[in-house]
């Protein structure tokens, strides 16, 4: 069965520290672009991290900018998305895809073949 799954989220103090994983069953992961998305109630789903399939390399939506990191353990096959200093109005579903084929705009949700299920992250004291 081909799969992606997120898992990770949780409830965190502003401030904390927090990592989201994805991980993907029926396909290998490594193969893939992997974007991280999320939603928070009332708004509309928004680009968080990418990492590229070619050459690693990563986009970061500029309110993560030197606080979130998404890489890779292409061992394990997992992408991670350690996320620092976070913040209230991240409150939030996040989801990781997963794209085959190359595209231009990172954050295009059209873009990707495969969703995960969502995982709630939430921040507050």
């Known amino acids: 069965q081909v799969q992606l799954v997120d898992s990770g989220g949780d409830l965190v103090q502003p401030g904390g520290y927090l990592r989201l994983s994805c991980t993907s069953s029926g396909f290998t992961l490594r193969y893939y672009a992997v974007g991280w998305f999320r939603r928070a109630r009332g708004k509309e789903r928004g680009g968080v991290a990418y990492?590229?399939?070619?050459?690693?390399?990563?986009y970061y939506g500029d309110s993560v900018k030197e606080r979130f990191t998404i890489c890779r353990d292409n061992g394990k096959n997992i992408v991670f998305l350690p996320m620092t200093s976070v913040k209230p109005e991240e409150t939030a579903v996040y989801y990781c895809a997963a794209a085959e084929a190359a595209f231009g705009y990172v954050f295009a949700p059209d873009s990707y073949d495969y969703w995960g299920q969502g995982t709630q992250v939430t921040v507050s004291p």
């Open positions: 990492i590229s399939n070619r050459d690693n390399r990563s």
